[in-house]
């Protein structure tokens, strides 16, 4: 074959697989980033309701949407909760707003915010919104992900174990599905009740506290055996730290406080004990559940605050990202305000990568990985790339958003706004770091 011939063979092998690159978009809705993510279209502005007479999923940037291996869970803006496939099949509502919350609440079900619903396996976890727009329901309950009977799991009509004088109050997001048991926050307490309903058990007790205990819980985070709850716990003196609790009850051990050195930094420096330094607490679901990921500040007497994503392994403390990293395709360092994302716990873990919400210098949006022994930062998509036709829009300051459980160490679901609000998409993407 002539010098001439393979280049034109060469040139019409790329053009054909270019060609079948965008057909496979077009079919399948595969997007492809610079990295080498390729996402997949759960649902849409575009994507039409079944059986809605022709109607389109209203989507928000607070319809961050949850995984499990391939069930998808989101809220629609019309206070519906549907699942799907992670490439957007088999989309069934398992939640409307003409459904009754079980328990004799006589109020209906009202699910404004994706972060109020989670799913683990074949069963959605969510808390029964009884108001439009609301920040806190009657209770927590489950439904398959196929749709059925909702049942009652814990309400605001049963006592609490640790005081048995006292119900629990309204129910908040502040709650994690996983393995045979949900944990969840209340009246400043943490608890744990088994997915099938029944007796709740007491994780984190508030009942005898006082003033400069460190008895004040939340943002619970269960690990993949059941067994071990990370929890961000607060003094009442505006003094918080991170802890390891048994899910059965009993704190194990103090993960992160003032005292700490956290790794990467100056000798001086310590981990700065004030209550809103410490956040994202997130243990990794895999078999290797020492993994404790949280987000922390430090500082030393007349030197920069630094920000930062911490693991606490059994090898100690391992620096994952801070406010002196480099980002990756971006310009800059990661902006330590960047890691705590508005309206969701932009924070996960699994199969030994964390992912994490970062702003670069100049404000630029995107979501990165990073292994959780430490390593290279890994780009998964950021404001400006391409996906589903069009790019992620850069106008709007949050045009992407996940949050803990929209990453089950496999899959990795989020939320993106397209390039001048012209619509917006729930999309998967595998997360296999090089």
């Keep these: 074959m002539s010098k001439v011939t393979r280049q034109v ?33 759960v649902v849409d502005t575009s994507t039409a309701v079944p059986r809605g007479g022709g109607a389109l999923f209203g989507l928000t940037l607070g319809s961050a949407p949850a995984v499990s291996g391939n069930n998808v869970v989101f809220t629609a803006n019309n206070e519906e909760i549907w699942t799907a496939s992670t490439t957007g099949r088999g989309l069934v509502r398992v939640i409307s707003p003409n459904m009754r919350i079980p328990g004799g609440h006589g109020a209906t079900f009202h699910q404004d915010y994706g972060t109020f619903v989670q799913v683990h396996g074949d069963t959605v976890v969510l808390v029964g919104l009884d108001c439009s727009l609301c920040n806190s329901g009657m209770g927590l309950y489950a439904v398959p992900v196929a749709g059925g009977t909702v ?129 994202l607490p997130v243990i990794d679901r895999s078999a290797d559940h020492n993994n404790r990921v949280f987000k922390g500040e430090s500082a030393a007497a007349s030197a920069p605050r630094i920000y930062g994503i911490y693991n606490f392994g059994s090898a100690g403390h391992i620096g994952l990202v801070d406010s002196t990293t480099p980002v990756p395709g971006g310009t800059g360092a990661f902006s330590g305000s960047g890691f705590v994302g ?23 949006l995107g979501i990165y990985a990073v292994r959780a022994s430490g390593g290279a ?53 595998q997360v296999v770091l090089p």
């Design 151 to 279: 049942k009652r799991l814990v309400d605001v009509n049963l006592a609490r174990p640790d005081n048995p004088e006292q119900n629990f109050g309204r129910f908040g997001d502040d709650f994690d599905a996983n393995g045979a048991h949900v944990v969840f926050a209340n009246s400043g307490g943490v608890y744990a009740v088994r997915v099938v309903g029944g007796r709740s058990n007491v994780v984190t007790d508030v009942a005898n506290c006082t003033l400069g205990d460190y008895c004040g819980f939340g943002l619970p985070t269960l690990d993949s055996l059941d067994s071990e709850v990370l929890l961000k716990a607060s003094n009442g003196l505006s003094n918080g730290r991170i802890e390891l609790a048994r899910r059965a009850g009993g704190l194990i051990t103090i993960v992160a406080d003032g005292a700490m050195h956290p790794p990467n930094t100056p000798r001086a420096y310590r981990f700065d004990e004030f209550f809103g330094s410490f956040d």
């Design 342 to 364: 508005p309206g969701a716990r932009s924070l996960a873990a699994g199969n030994g990568i964390v992912i994490f919400r970062g702003i670069d210098a100049t404000g630029k």
């Design 377 to 429: 930062i890994t780009k998964i998509i950021a404001q400006g790339d391409p996906i589903n036709g069009t790019t992620v829009d850069t106008a709007e300051p949050q045009s992407l958003v996940f949050r803990r459980e929209g990453f089950d160490g496999t899959t990795l679901v989020f939320v993106a706004q397209y390039a001048g609000n012209t619509g917006r998409g729930v999309f998967s993407t």
């Design 9 to 41: 063979v060469h040139t019409l092998m790329a053009a054909a697989a270019g060609i079948a690159l965008t057909m496979a978009s077009l079919i399948g809705g595969t997007s492809a980033a610079s990295a080498g993510f390729k996402f997949k279209t």
